[in-house]
T-cell receptor, first 111, second 117 residues
């Protein structure tokens, strides 16, 4: 089955700097890769996703890149703000079914 | 909030008791999912259902049971056979991205935090 590894487990950045979180997956059949943001005690919120027919997707300050050959994808947050502090999860699946999640990255943005 | 509700928000039970967690959605989604989240960890799939009256085991189904009698509802029962039931339980449903044939997204409910002592 699918296995997703996520790094780093914690990330501290200064406000205004960029943050990058990386994930690798094992099943080459996976074609959908979402990123979720979870604040303490709350539900995961989908912030961006990418499907295997594209290599990069941007939405304002966040972007995701996908390398199908190497089976890895990354989340990039530019101009970080204190409200970006949260736990971020990557996941992989086929067509959005049965998501397999990474272990999460705690992002701390210091002001 | 995505039209997925879970109740209650907090649930306390004694060891040895079965407990049922509610999940309802009004999004007309066919597929629904139950995930478990332990502190400092990612989410793990317990059960999922692609359509009414059908469901499949996920990665950690032991000690849990589900039913899917209505499209809107996918309750999860945590039985006394589940050895470590204390966790945050999240229900999700899968919907099609507007105007995209094979593109789907999962949306989560607010979760139920179950504590068993």
């Amino acid at each position: 089955g699918e296995n997703v590894e996520q790094h780093p487990s914690t990330l501290s950045v200064q406000e205004g700097d960029s943050a990058v979180i990386k994930c690798t997956y094992s099943d080459s059949a996976s074609n959908y890769f979402p990123w979720y943001k979870q604040e303490l005690g709350k539900r995961p919120q989908l912030i961006i996703d990418i499907r295997s027919n594209v290599g990069e997707k941007k939405d304002q300050r966040i972007a995701v890149t996908l390398n199908k050959t190497a089976k890895h994808f990354s989340l990039h947050i530019t101009e970080t703000q204190p409200e970006d502090s949260a736990v971020y999860f990557c996941a992989a699946s086929m067509y959005g079914n049965k998501l397999v999640f990474g272990a999460g990255t705690i992002l701390r943005v210091k002001s | 909030d995505g039209g997925i509700t879970q109740s209650p928000k907090y649930l306390f039970r004694k060891e040895g008791q079965n407990v049922t967690l509610s999940c309802e959605q009004n999004l007309n989604h066919d597929a629904m999912y139950w995930y478990r989240q332990d502190p400092g960890q990612g989410l793990r799939l317990i059960y999922y259902s692609q359509i009414v009256n059908d469901f499949q085991k996920g990665d950690i189904a032991e000690g849990y049971s589900v039913s899917r009698e209505k499209k809107e509802s996918f309750p999860l029962t945590v039985t006394s056979a589940q050895k470590n039931p204390t966790a945050f339980y999240l229900c999700a449903s899968r919907g099609r991205v507007r105007e995209a044939r094979w593109a789907y997204e999962q949306y989560f409910g607010p979760g139920t935090r179950l504590t068993v002592t």
